[in-house]
């Protein structure tokens, strides 16, 4: 049974940084990839960034420069560290894992099998 598990949500203010850990049990990256999405209240399940089993990385405009998507196999984490937070980004953050393989880590929250329960951001201004 695949299990998600995330941690270092919190209050940071703007400018300030977060590195949010998500742990994967019954799930190898030996095959398909792991994600991030991030929901605010009243919007839609956004992707965030991405990871392959391959190591290859995606991220959303929004992010890039800011956010970075990393992993270690053993154990099975994936981290993502975040830098200049703003406002906007705050939101609950949630890990996503599939077994499905993809070049480039898919941005569709439906590619996703298996979520976490969601770690709150809060970045106050």
């Known amino acids: 049974q695949v299990q998600l598990g995330e941690s270092g949500g919190g209050l940071v203010q703007a400018g300030g940084s977060l590195r949010l850990s998500c742990a994967a049990s019954g799930l190898t990256f030996s095959s398909g990839g792991m994600g991030w999405f991030r929901q605010a209240p009243g919007k839609e399940r956004e992707f965030v960034a991405g990871i392959t089993w391959s190591g290859g990385t995606r991220y959303a405009d929004s992010v890039k420069g800011r956010f970075t998507i990393s992993r270690d196999n053993a154990p099975n984490t994936v981290y993502l560290q975040m830098n200049s937070l703003k406002p906007e980004d705050t939101a609950v953050y949630y890990c996503?894992?599939?077994?499905?393989?993809?070049?480039?880590?898919?941005?569709?929250?439906?590619?996703?099998?298996?979520w976490g329960q969601g770690t709150q951001v809060t970045v106050s201004s």
């Open positions: 996503a894992a599939t077994q499905r393989r993809f070049v480039l880590p898919s941005t569709r929250p439906e590619d996703y099998y298996y």
